[in-house]
Nanobody
Framework: QAQLVESGGGSVQAGGSLRLSCAAS????????MGWFRQAPGKEREFVAA????????NYADFVKGRFAISRDNAKNTLYLQMNSLSAGDTTVYYC???????????????????WGQGTQVTVSS
């Protein structure tokens, strides 16, 4: 059974950095578009970043451009999100996801991603 497991969340002070990881198992995701979303309590799950199966193409939400970087290591079946210059507004749960295909569209639509991890909490204190 396909499974995505996030790790690397935690608490950090404003201005600090964290690196999230997402380990895939049960099937290979190396041929799939993957990404990160986040969701605060009482709010809609929102797009953060996406990366093509090869890693050559990336797409970011405006509020993380220049601060976050998405990457992947297909040999390890692992997805990453490097988060720098964190602020209190970044405090929320982050989810790893996969489209299950290599199409580069509907990246910001959560319904386009059938595979999800359980989420990892990121807390930024000011």
């Amino acid at each position: 059974q396909a499974q995505l497991v996030e790790s690397g969340g935690g608490s950090v002070q404003a201005g600090g950095s964290l690196r999230l990881s997402c380990a895939a198992s049960g099937r290979t995701f190396s041929d799939s578009t993957m990404g990160w979303f986040r969701q605060a309590p009482g709010k809609e799950r929102e797009f953060v970043a996406a990366i093509s199966w090869s890693g050559r193409s990336t797409n970011y939400a405006d509020f993380v451009k220049g601060r976050f970087a998405i990457s992947r290591d297909n040999a390890k079946n692992t997805l990453y999100l490097q988060m720098n210059s964190l602020s209190a507004g970044d405090t929320t749960v982050y989810y790893c996801d996969s489209k299950g295909d290599n199409f580069w569209y509907n990246l910001m639509r959560k319904s386009a991603y059938p595979y999800w991890g359980q989420g990892t909490q990121v807390t930024v204190s000011s």
